[in-house]
């Protein structure tokens, strides 16, 4: 595999099918679907292909594949994958066509001209755009495709939903807003590195943006970097990720794009697009700028530990179903957060994992709501009840969907969960004691939520359109029961290929600061 340029049309080849779909005619929209649903099966292919052949005692990225570019701006297209970047290339290859297929009726031939094709080459392009973000060793090359992408997600949100009107529009707007100012300043901070990279005392002959060399470099203590400096552009890469992750208190966005989206939309931007900003804090913040992640880690940790509590707290007093799942994503962020900047090697392994565990459990339980909502027609909690009468399978699988999210050990977060409170408790025991808190949180309001929907008598009309899951929903929701039943049981062999990269990244802290393995 290693010649040919695989990585290349893992993301490549998604943006292409996309541009088939849409010269597809205009009242072909099944064939739409069809096309973009063989296209992701295709990246899932070379996905899997990619992580059979992927070593995990071997180089730290592998499959590199680098290219001129830009040499006036000392850029260069290069990719790399690495254990962390192979396990959420994986997680998006595998959720890219659980959610066409979840989506197949989102959008109705009659709403638009190509208005199927316009939806279905849209996620396409999201994913082509996140599977490069993942695999971009040039950070310059890794900005473009983190700011590009939040084009069609935009208009994912805005254009496609439940729902029409301001409120729509709106939510869509915030988001772009929102993300839009974090890659501005993120844009500062890039220009600074490169004046960094370029300086008198920079052991480059000139400016770089190769992640690798200048990771290296200041590991190796060849390029220092005055700690003002380090610190500004610390905090301008920070602030850019923190938005995307989201991380409390810039999460405001969150709760009501992830509400007026279709489910799929959702999903795709919970748990794929937002992993984007917690997987660059692992890969550019703390190797980048290793002192200045460490001068910053109580500062983030607080941040994290906020966000778990006020995410949990805030999902108990919900009456929107979807409002209440968004919620408990923003804990979930907090406690990858948390982990990643523990500095530890159990706590970063801990949200590596938490990023592919967060965004199976989310996908499983957004999405088997949505298929209740669009039975019913109403998010209202209060509108729901007796469903595990009407429809057991639908039921039993938001039981299962609930109880990942939650952590119940036999399922896939809780590995996780455990790995970052465990991780945590040895530097930081105030802040691991206060997240553990969490832990009763979300079994209130994932047990009572259940209770409200699933138990009691039947709710009058809206009762009466509840069926249970057709086969199409069930092929959707199997995978993915499936995948945190094993990952909850047998997470060995994802640990192997993630914990190689964390240590990587926990080496370059010690380097620094001068101490053992044992210390962390």
Not at 501 to 518: D, P
């Amino acid at each position: 595999m290693s010649t040919f340029p695989w990585l290349t049309a893992l993301w490549l080849l998604p943006l292409i099918g996309a541009l088939v779909v849409m010269l597809l005619p205009a009242r072909s929209g099944t064939a739409a679907k069809g096309a973009a649903l063989v296209v992701s099966v295709l990246v899932l292919v070379i996905g899997v292909g990619l992580a059979a052949g992927f070593e995990a005692g071997g180089e730290q990225y592998q499959f590199v594949e680098s290219h001129a570019w830009i040499p006036a701006f000392g850029t260069r297209y290069i990719l790399g994958l690495d254990g962390i970047a192979l396990s959420l290339v994986l997680l998006t290859a595998v959720l890219a066509p659980l959610l066409l297929a979840a989506g197949w009726n989102d959008v109705r031939v009659d709403d638009r001209p190509k208005g199927i094709h316009t939806y279905v080459s849209l996620i396409l392009v999201v994913e082509s755009m996140v599977l490069i973000s993942f695999l971009a060793l040039d950070v310059f090359l890794f900005y473009i495709f983190f700011e590009a992408m939040l084009i069609p997600m935009y208009f994912l949100i805005g254009g496609f939903g439940h729902t029409k009107g301001p409120k729509r529009s709106a939510a869509a707007l915030k988001f772009l807003l929102y993300n839009l100012f974090g890659g501005l300043v993120m844009l500062v901070a890039v220009i600074g590195l490169y004046v960094v990279t370029a300086g008198a005392d920079s052991p480059f002959e000139s400016g770089t943006f190769d992640v690798r060399e200048i990771a290296s470099a200041v590991a190796s203590g060849s390029l220092v970097i005055d700690a003002p400096i380090a610190n500004a552009l610390f905090l301008g890469f920070m602030f850019a990720f923190a938005v995307k992750a989201p991380l409390w208190p810039f999460h405001t966005w969150l709760p009501g794009a992830a509400v007026e989206a279709t489910p799929a939309s959702a999903v795709l931007m919970m748990a794929v697009v937002d992993k984007v900003g917690t997987f660059a804090m692992l890969r550019y913040c703390l190797q980048l700028f290793p002192d200045a992640s460490t001068y910053f880690a109580p500062l983030v940790i607080t941040l994290a530990v906020i966000a778990i509590v006020y995410g949990a707290l805030c999902a108990i007093g919900q009456i929107d179903m979807m409002r209440l799942i968004a919620y408990t994503s923003i804990s979930h962020f907090g406690f990858i957060i948390l982990g990643i900047f523990v500095m530890t090697t159990q706590g970063q392994a801990g949200s590596a994992l938490y990023m592919v565990n967060h965004g199976l459990s989310t996908a499983a339980l957004f999405l088997v709501a949505g298929f209740l909502v669009s039975r019913t027609g109403s998010r209202l909690i209060a509108d729901h009840g007796g469903v595990q009468k009407l429809a057991p399978v639908l039921a039993g699988t938001f039981l299962v969907a609930g109880l990942a999210t939650l952590s119940l050990p036999g399922l896939a977060p809780f590995i996780s969960e455990f790995l970052v409170l465990i991780g945590t408790f040895g530097q930081y025991p105030v802040a691991a004691v206060v997240a553990t808190s969490a832990l009763v949180l979300s079994a209130i309001y994932i047990l009572w939520l259940y209770q409200r929907v699933m138990g009691g008598p039947e709710k009058g009309e809206h009762g009466k359109k509840v069926h249970d899951l057709v086969p199409r929903e069930v092929a959707v929701m199997a995978p993915l029961i499936v995948l945190l039943i094993v990952l909850g049981l047998y997470p060995k062999p994802a640990l192997d290929v993630i914990t190689p990269a964390v240590s990587a990244t926990v080496s370059v802290e010690q380097e620094m600061h001068g101490e053992t393995g044992a210390q962390r």
